[in-house]
């Protein structure tokens, strides 16, 4: 398989962690979708990453539909989420919260990055986003007494928050001002101190063309 995009992106980052924990071989091009775009349109033509080439030639896009593929690539009880029910029900609530925050927080590196003059009313609406997103990502997360978010095992639930919070550190330090969350960032720093964590990682960086 071949994983196309960089790992300062979340959502490339989930999958390359979720490979990598799932022993599943597989070539990384880290590709950008600016100063790469063409190289991603002959796979993706949305030039969107993570983007998954099959050993067969099939191409997967979109980082939930590329996990739920990986998932059934090993044994039921190996997966890293339940296979049906309530609780893969609240664990995609979880993912789904925590990749829209990171798609926020994209969308304001974009605004910062590539627009002339910023939208105070666009930045302020995601700012409110990400911080309402916080605050139920950590409600979620205390209410819950088991060491990783649905059990004893790490998740795809997991590995989404913190891939998350990453890209929101790095790239908006201090967005929200001195509020803290500290169920999540236990989350994070437990995460982050994991082997494959540090392996499929890359500093967050302005977007070049």
Not at 15 to 32: I, Q, T
Not at 148 to 173: K, M, Q, T, Y
Request: charged share 25%; net charge negative; with cysteine.
């Amino acid at each position: 398989m071949i994983l196309i995009g960089q790992y300062d992106s979340p959502f490339v980052r989930r999958v390359g962690v979720a490979l990598k924990l799932y022993d599943l071989p597989f070539e990384h091009r880290p590709w950008s979708v600016f100063g790469d775009a063409e190289k991603v349109a002959f796979y993706n033509p949305l030039r969107r990453v993570p983007t998954l080439v099959l050993d067969t030639g099939e191409v997967l896009i979109e980082s939930a539909a590329i996990l739920d593929y990986l998932d059934e690539q090993v044994e039921p009880d190996d997966a890293m989420m339940a296979e049906y029910g309530p609780e893969r029900r609240r664990a995609l609530k979880v993912c789904a919260l925590a990749t829209g925050m990171a798609d926020k927080a994209v969308s304001l590196v974009y605004e910062r990055v590539l627009r002339p003059e910023t939208s105070k009313v666009w930045v302020e609406r995601c700012k409110t986003q990400i911080g309402d997103v916080l605050d139920a990502l950590e409600l979620d997360r205390s209410n819950r007494p088991s060491p990783w978010w649905f059990g004893d095992r790490i998740g795809h639930a997991d590995i989404a928050v913190a891939c998350a919070l990453n890209f929101l550190n790095e790239s908006h330090p201090g967005l929200l001002g001195d509020k803290s969350w500290p169920r999540l960032a236990a989350l994070s720093a437990e995460c982050e101190a994991l082997s494959v964590f540090k392996e499929i990682y890359q500093a967050v960086s302005p977007p070049s063309a």
